[in-house]
C-alpha cells in the first residue's frame, strides 16, 4: 500500500509539472500583440495599397481586418483573430475576395500557434508547415509583418508590410 501511495504520488506530480510546462510553452497573450490596435497603411512592392485595422484587445481576444487595394479597386479582405484556445494562443486568418467570397472553405481557415514574444514582438508558426509570421513594433508610428523561413537551422524574416499609423 505504501508503494501505491508513493506511485501515486510521482505520477501525480509528474502530470502536473508537465501540464504546467506545456503550459508555459503556449504562454502568449493579446498582451504579446497590443501593440498592432489601430488603423495602419502600408504599400507593397507591387503597388498594393493596404488598410489594416486592428480593435482593442477585449476578453483575450484581439480582431482586425485589412484590405488590400491595387489599381484603385480591392482585390483581397482579410479577417484576423488572435485569441487563446485549448492548445493556446493563436492568430486565425481568413481570406475573401471581393464580394465576401470566402478563398477558404467555410470551417477552415489559416492557423498559426504562438511561438514567442519579447517587447513589442510576436512569433507566430503556420500549423503543419515551417512557416512563421513576425510582428514587430520598429517605432511608435510604425509596425511590421514579416515572413519567416528556415534556412540552415536558422529563421530568416523578410518584411511583407511595413505600416504606417494613420493619424
Known amino acids: 500500500m505504501k508503494y501505491l ?18 503550459t ?3 504562454a502568449g497573450s493579446v498582451a504579446d500583440v497590443s ?9 507593397t512592392e507591387d503597388g498594393q495599397s493596404i ?3 486592428w480593435l482593442a484587445p477585449e476578453n483575450g481576444n484581439i480582431l482586425g481586418f485589412m484590405r488590400f487595394m491595387k489599381d484603385g479597386r480591392a482585390a483581397l479582405y482579410e479577417m484576423l483573430a488572435y485569441e487563446r484556445q485549448e492548445k493556446g494562443f493563436v492568430s486565425l486568418v ?3 475576395q471581393p464580394g465576401l467570397i470566402g478563398s477558404e472553405e467555410k470551417d477552415k ?20 508547415e515551417e512557416l512563421r509570421i513576425l510582428y514587430e513594433k520598429r517605432s511608435t508610428n510604425q509596425f511590421v509583418i514579416a515572413r519567416g523561413n528556415l534556412k540552415e537551422g536558422k529563421w530568416i524574416f523578410k518584411d511583407l508590410f511595413v505600416f504606417n499609423k494613420v493619424k
Open 35 to 43: 501593440f498592432i490596435e489601430g488603423h495602419w497603411k502600408a504599400k
Open 109 to 128: 481557415q489559416d492557423r498559426y500557434a504562438f511561438v514567442e514574444s519579447s517587447k513589442d514582438r510576436a512569433v507566430f508558426q503556420k500549423e503543419g
Open 94 to 96: 481568413k481570406h475573401f
Open 24 to 26: 508555459d510553452i503556449k
Open 5 to 22: 501511495i508513493t506511485f501515486s504520488i510521482v505520477l501525480v506530480t509528474c502530470f502536473n509539472l508537465q501540464s504546467h510546462a506545456q
Open 51 to 53: 488598410d489594416g485595422v
